[in-house]
């Protein structure tokens, strides 16, 4: 695609928008919604716009090139992406239920469960490559440090004579085997090309006759050729035809395609290069040829203020001090519109679309930018996309101008002090200054640096060597196969409550663990994760899902689980030493993910003697404390892995992990799925011969762990070998599946009263008696007024206070 198709897609995203914002500000007050269905469909529906919104700008920032274009386009796209998490954890307040289901609404806008599927913006991890590659290389060296050290030699000894003979006899004997095999190869070859030889010899066919017997295998050949090709095309035609894995023709265009986007991320690279240099030169520029007029012109406007106020009161006036603006303040008036928005108070009961900074601070200025600059732009004659210099002056012009006001203030301000003196004939010991009382801030409780003298590098290694830090399997969200859910709506029409899927899942991660933590702006003001529990049946992707938010981010993993900080961070002290070392360096090097595998174990009500020495319970107890230190901008997310979360006391391990993601068994989609993918995968070939219907009904009961590790175990290089004379059939599986553990009714049932017994879904529970029953207003213990403002504090029409 060329800047046009970006620009055009761009232009596309940004009427999108303003269709959002006419829906998020209009221009009359909303009446309150006290149907709560509706509500929560007017919410999904946004949610659901937002995605696709931040879909097509996600692609507009990493391909388009122009540096001042990206930088409007950064600014919308990390307000989409705080208004996607803040839109979600609005449902969450409405039904208290971690999973939505939209596929009535994708019907409704015509759109396919890939469109509602939520991208992870790359320059999470571009932007941060550099620092990444220097980590990535640290941790390297130190694993290596460690790896040699432990294969050293302990020079106890050396190997027996018995050892030695032993390994000389298993060599001759391996030798002397293959060199039989050798010999036993060449006889029957011999034996073979002799009675090839006889026979040739016996009997000789006639010309006209081995013609026509090659004329017709050749024949039946072209027929079955073109039979096939046939059948190819039918199937194609009904869209029943099976994907073949083994030449696909897309992969070199795809191959192109990544090509061309890695040569406009280097364009992006040097247009960026050539920006910075200019924004230094054109301030320069500005400050030496216009900044002595811009410091005339404002002090003739501060003078003529002095006299004004001279006029009207006959005395001079106060300045401003710099901290309520300087003389700033003294032109900033505030409009009838804003002083009456912060009066105005609408007491009618019922649920209100909330207000959001990231609409009213990152979105609509930004679409009032694009509408009034970009929109209409000519920029036919700038086809490398470089940067606008008219824009460069401007945003440099007011930041000379801010800093001229700077040193304008100080002066006129002992300007004013001596016109009081001579004119006033103020005397300073009859009338002192009342000085303002600056309220005292209460100094909020740091926490306590136990290694002031370290560096962040020394305790980083240190972390290292003791095991804390892992380096992670490269694994992608996008590998984390799931399906979507079809039928939800059907499900909840029969008064049952739908199952997520491994989708569904995955979407959870993405919202919970990747988008909040990707981007510094979103964080510091989208609704707060502190804690995740990621739980499931054995097998089921908790740690692949786990690794795929770690390399989304490039964020460091930091592992406490009990039985690995057992034997190096013991006793009270060593546990305060370990959180310490976590939050410090953690926070240095954010993002940060912090795993406690087998977190149940940690509010278990009896431990086995096996499980009591690792003293568990005792984490537990520092955690919720530790948590607390950790405020909005400190992208640090403490992840709990759990298979058995229903042996733990729920109340207190909820608190420390406030959201979860539960993985289901999986369904026939995702099952379908693991095969079509993982088969190719790991070499093999699908032709019509392997009935992956039937393999995907019978691996009903197994997990996608199971289906992973038989198909790894089924296609050995024997296997592959022997691909093109005897495909793949379903058979081959059937035994590696018979052979594992299967996931049975009771387990399941297992997780959904545990969740159940959780408080979301106690709440959740209520809601939907609630809804059934018709009582109550559906909102549980909730009050009448819905929607909660940021920080979870309820205002007037679901407002925050101001």
């Known amino acids: 695609m060329s800047h046009i198709s970006y620009n055009k897609q761009w232009q596309d995203a940004q009427l999108a928008v303003a269709d959002m914002l006419a829906i998020e500000t209009p221009a009359q007050p909303r009446a309150p919604e006290t149907d709560i269905n509706a509500a929560f469909q007017l919410v999904a529906t946004m949610f659901v716009k937002y995605v696709q919104i931040f879909r097509k700008l996600e692609q507009c920032y990493d391909q388009i090139v122009h540096p001042q274009k990206r930088r409007l386009v950064r600014t919308v796209l990390d307000g989409v992406m705080g208004r996607i998490v803040e839109l979600k954890h609005e449902m969450i307040t409405m039904d208290y239920s971690e999973y939505h289901y939209f596929d009535d609404i994708l019907a409704d806008l015509k759109l396919t469960p890939n469109d509602l599927e939520i991208p992870i913006p790359n320059y999470f991890v571009l932007e941060r490559a550099q620092a990444i590659e220097k980590r990535e290389r640290l941790l390297g060296q130190i694993l290596a440090r460690m790896t040699s050290e432990n294969d050293k030699p302990d020079g106890t000894g050396m190997m027996s004579i018995d050892d030695a003979i032993r390994i000389i006899q298993t060599h001759e004997r391996a030798r002397q085997g293959r060199l039989r095999a050798k010999q036993m190869r060449e006889l029957r070859l011999n034996d073979q090309r002799a009675r090839q030889r006889a026979n040739m010899g016996e009997s000789k066919m006639d010309k006209s006759l081995a013609a026509t017997i090659i004329q017709k295998y050749y024949r039946r050949h072209v027929v079955r050729r073109e039979a096939k090709k046939f059948r190819d095309e039918e199937y194609m035609f009904l869209g029943m035809a099976m994907p073949t894995f083994a030449k696909d023709p897309l992969k070199n265009v795809l191959a192109g395609v990544r090509a061309h986007e890695d040569e406009r991320r280097k364009r992006q690279e040097k247009h960026e290069i050539n920006y910075q240099q200019a924004l ?239 981007s510094e702006k979103v964080h510091e003001t989208a609704p707060q994760v502190k804690g995740l529990l990621i739980c499931g049946p054995r097998g089921c992707g908790k740690h692949t899902l786990l690794h795929a938010i770690v390399n989304e981010l490039g964020a460091n993993l930091f592992d406490i689980t009990p039985s690995n900080i057992f034997e190096t961070y013991r006793e009270k002290e060593g546990r305060k030493m370990l959180l310490h070392l976590c939050s410090k360096v953690g926070k240095a090097l954010q993002p940060t993910v912090i795993l406690i595998d087998n977190c149940e174990k940690l509010y278990k009500k009896k431990l086995k003697p096996e499980e009591k020495q690792f003293e568990p319970k005792k984490l537990a107890k520092a955690l919720p404390k530790w948590l607390k230190l950790i405020k909005h901008g400190d992208r640090v997310l ?58 995907t009904k019978l691996s009903d009961a197994y997990s996608s762990g199971d289906i992973h590790d038989t198909i790894v175990e089924v296609l050995t290089e024997r296997r592959l070998a022997k691909m093109a004379k005897h495909p793949l059939i379903a058979t081959d599986f059937i035994s590696g599946l018979a052979q594992r553990n299967a996931i049975y009714k009771e387990e399941e049932n297992a997780f959904k009263s545990w969740w159940k017994k959780t408080p979301l879904g106690k709440k959740h529970e209520r809601f939907l008696e609630e809804q059934e029953s018709g009582e109550g207003d559906g909102k549980g213990k909730k009050g009448k007024k819905g929607g909660k403002g940021k920080k979870g504090k309820k205002g007037k029409k679901g407002k925050k206070k101001k």
């Open 638 to 695: 403490l992840v709990g892995i759990s298979n058995e979360p229903y042996q733990a006391t729920v109340k207190p391990m909820m608190k420390v992990f406030s959201r979860c993601i539960l993985l289901p068994r999986p369904e026939y989609g995702t099952r379908l799925l693991l095969w079509k993918t993982l088969i190719p995968k790991y070499g093999g070939i699908i032709t019509p011969a392997l009935d992956l219907t039937s393999l």
């Open 280 to 518: 230094v030169a054109t301030r320069e520029k500005i400050k030496q040829t216009e900044g002595p007029d811009m410091k005339e012109r404002l002090q003739d406007q501060i003078r003529q203020w002095f006299i004004e106020c001279r006029n009207a009161s006959k005395k001079f006036p106060d300045f401003p001090d710099e901290d309520d603006g300087g003389s700033n303040a003294i032109f900033a008036n505030k409009t009838l519109g804003e002083i009456q928005a912060e009066l105005d108070a609408d007491d009618d009961e019922g649920w209100t679309l909330p207000e959001s900074e990231f609409v009213n601070e990152m979105i609509k200025p930004s679409t009032v930018t694009y509408q009034n600059f970009w929109e209409t732009r000519d920029e036919s004659n700038n086809f490398e996309q470089n940067y606008d210099s008219e824009i460069i002056k401007e945003e440099k012009r007011a930041e000379v101008v801010d800093e001229v006001r700077i040193e304008v203030d100080a002066l006129m301000r002992e300007e004013l002090k001596n016109l009081k003196a001579a004119i006033d004939k103020t005397k300073q010991k009859k009338k002192k200054k009342k000085k303002k009382k600056k309220k005292k801030k209460k100094k909020k409780k740091k926490e306590k640096d136990l290694t002031p003298d370290r560096t962040i590098e020394s305790l980083y290694e240190e972390l290292v060597m003791n095991r804390i830090i892992v380096r992670p399997p490269k694994v992608a969200l996008s590998d984390f196969v799931g399906d979507f859910n079809y039928l939800p709506s059907l499900i909840r029409q029969a008064k049952h409550e739908p199952m997520p899927t491994m989708y569904d899942a995955k979407q959870l991660a993405a919202l919970y663990g990747v988008l909040p933590f990707g």
